[in-house]
């Protein structure tokens, strides 16, 4: 919602701006500037990036226009759920989380806290962490550098579509000028028609440089700082997973193992001692 009502205001603040200083807004209509600068830059995009991080650009180009930070509920409702698989563990022994780690979509335990069970990265990192719970043969210390090792594969991984993007931003404004350029050169060839004829083509080259900047800065450059902060906010809910699990690996009473957890989420989105511990209260293990 904020992307397109940022968007919405990029687009008013120049385009109303240049109207009231008395602009000509059909001046501004030059596809070929368009074509230019949008063609040039979306094939410098094909030739720099690997076809995974392309799709994983337009992935995250739609995601961010429902993108929404993890609320205070949602962390809730994860530390609900650690909550009641290490006291399942505790009370009745670590095999049997095995049904629910190997069919969590079949499990009653992860149906009833849906911001996990809906999300296929968190859940995969979820269960593939206790799988090695429930196995065991690895010590707590050696979990927690393999679970470290993931987030910063993934991290690695999901950083790569932002500077992708952000290259290609930091080239529009060269690209504008090659528009412009062209439009020079257009306008060289009539250099000797009518004033009006030739300050038309001058307006339709400048708008080339316009665009650059205008598309570098007003948009691809904030659509990748958007993408660089889903990343962070996926890799954050990651990051209280793992060291909920680490905790309770290390010997670490549910309660405390979760007190773990809850202090590495973003104190926006942190619920209170009183809150978790009230929430966790409340589940009876059967």
Request: charge should be negative; glycine fraction near 10%.
């Amino acid at each position: 919602m904020f992307v397109l009502i940022g968007i919405g205001v990029v687009i008013f603040a120049v385009i109303g701006g240049f109207v009231l200083e008395g602009g000509n807004l059909l001046t501004l209509l030059q596809w070929a500037e368009f074509v230019i600068i949008g063609g040039a830059a979306g094939g410098a995009l094909l030739i720099s990036t690997p076809k995974p991080v392309l799709a994983r650009i337009v992935k995250y180009t739609l995601g961010s226009l429902k993108a929404k930070n993890y609320s205070q509920q949602d962390y809730l409702e994860l530390l609900q759920l650690l909550y009641e698989l290490f006291q399942v563990a505790r009370v009745k022994g670590l095999l049997t989380l095995e049904p629910h780690v190997e069919r969590p979509e079949e499990s009653e335990l992860f149906n009833r806290y849906p911001v996990v069970a809906q999300n296929q990265h968190a859940l995969e990192f979820l269960t593939d962490s206790l799988k090695l719970l429930v196995v065991g043969g690895v010590p707590a210390l050696e979990l927690e550098m393999m679970m470290e090792a993931d987030l910063e594969t993934q991290n690695e991984e999901g950083s790569k579509p932002s500077h992708s993007l952000a290259k290609i931003a930091d080239s529009l404004p060269g690209l504008g000028i090659v528009a412009a350029v062209l439009g020079i050169v257009i306008t060289m060839q009539s250099i000797g028609g009518p004033a009006s004829e030739v300050g038309h083509k001058v307006a339709a080259a400048l708008v080339g440089t316009f665009l650059g900047v205008l598309l570098c800065y007003g948009f691809v450059q904030p659509l990748s700082s958007q993408i660089e902060f889903q990343v962070v906010y996926a890799e954050r809910f990651l990051h209280c997973i793992k060291t909920g699990i680490v905790a309770y690996a290390k010997g670490m009473a549910p309660l405390v193992a979760i007190e773990f957890a809850r202090r590495t989420i973003y104190t926006d989105n942190r619920p209170s001692f009183a809150e978790v511990e009230d929430a966790c209260r409340a589940i009876k293990v059967k």
